[in-house]
């Protein structure tokens, strides 16, 4: 179908529309991208950063489907998730940075897992069960990737626009401009030491 966007130029409009009837999907995207795992492959290796990552995408997995979402893929040190709605995704945030706060507590510095998080709401098109494309999936690549702290949920001003009052409530405005982009965004105001949203 991209073939024919390009070969066929006068007939786009037609492609553009196939394309969009057959993958856009309006779904709330989640990308936890963790934290301090270039400091701990530097440090401890390869092996043991593929460890890590690997426990944790078993930790979080669980929350992920428990709210209603499933994990898109699991890349480098990124996890990226697909669920229904905005609720439903920051809940899960919120679960996902208390469970690793959790399994953290006994374990040494150069073993624990922490994660910031990004969150974006809108038709995106969904190719196969691993690929999401979209502007509010580049947002909150941006917010969890490049923008948030260390257990930090951010979401775009979209998926902050569909959340339930009680929980918009939780949030604050905030403002980033990167990569030529300004980007209106909001922050979960929580505790994740306390497990839940408050």
């Known amino acids: 179908m991209l073939r024919d966007y390009n070969e066929y130029p006068e007939r786009r409009a037609e492609t553009l529309a196939a394309i969009h009837e057959r993958f856009t999907r309006t779904v709330a995207i989640l990308v936890l991208d963790s934290t301090g795992f270039t400091r701990t492959t530097q440090t401890m290796g390869i092996v043991h950063f593929l460890a890590l990552v690997e426990r944790l995408v078993r ?50 510095a150069n073993e624990e897992i922490a994660g910031s998080m990004g969150i974006g709401y809108g038709p995106v098109l969904m190719v196969g069960n691993e690929d999401a494309f979209g502007d509010e999936m580049n947002l909150a690549c941006k917010l969890g990737e490049d923008l948030a702290e260390r257990e930090e949920v951010l979401i775009t001003d979209d998926a902050y626009k569909a959340l339930a009052p009680e929980l918009a409530a939780r949030f604050v405005e905030a403002h980033f401009s990167i990569s030529g982009v300004e980007i209106d965004a909001h922050r979960l105001v929580h505790d994740p030491r306390r497990g839940g949203l408050f």
């Open 59 to 108: 930790t979080v997995s669980p929350l992920i489907e428990a709210y209603g979402g499933r994990v898109l893929k699991a890349e480098a040190d990124n996890v990226y998730a697909v669920f229904p709605n905005v609720d439903e995704a920051v809940r899960a945030a919120v679960q996902m940075h208390s469970a690793l706060r959790v399994a953290n507590e006994l374990l040494p």
